[in-house]
């Protein structure tokens, strides 16, 4: 039913996505499916970058090469062939990120990592609230 996993990471905290991922390896494993890892980085807005723009690259470089090593470890965790893992590092907003790569993958679910909901998150809401309110595709939160 779920050949088609998306599991958006954050690499700076992977303490949220261990749940995630745990889930997203059983179904993953029960219907021969493939998992895609999605970490996003935040884009550098011109204005702010404006002078700096080859420290802002190289700033980007770097973020997108830890990202990457980062969910090759967390790889290494899993008992899935690697050909059932892909790694995707993006650049703009979370939300934004995962709801494209879900359309463009046409992933059959969303699997993401969430924390207790703590006043704040009620009150600003969160990233993974945000995400399922503008999926397209079913999200599963996994806390």
């Given at each position: 039913m779920y050949k088609n996993i998306l599991v958006p990471v954050d690499v700076f905290e992977i303490g949220l996505a261990d749940k995630a991922l745990s889930h997203a390896q059983f179904?993953?494993?029960?219907s021969s499916g493939q998992i895609h890892l999605l970490?996003?980085?935040p884009s550098?807005?011109?204005v702010l970058t404006r002078g700096f723009i080859s420290d802002a690259r190289k700033m980007e470089d770097y973020l997108i090469n830890t990202a990457k090593e980062k969910l090759a470890e967390l790889?290494?965790?899993l008992s899935l062939v690697d050909s059932d893992i892909q790694i995707h590092?993006?650049?703009?907003?979370?939300?934004?990120e995962v709801i494209k790569?879900?359309?463009?993958?046409?992933a059959d679910v969303v699997i993401i990592g969430s924390r207790n909901p703590t006043i704040q998150t009620h009150l600003l809401g969160s990233e993974a609230a945000?995400?399922?309110?503008?999926a397209h595709v079913?999200?599963?939160v996994v806390r």
């Open positions: 179904l993953a494993q029960s970490h996003v980085i550098f807005s011109p790889i290494k965790k590092v993006r650049s703009g907003t979370v939300r934004d790569l879900a359309d463009e993958l046409k945000s995400i399922v309110r503008y079913p999200v599963l």
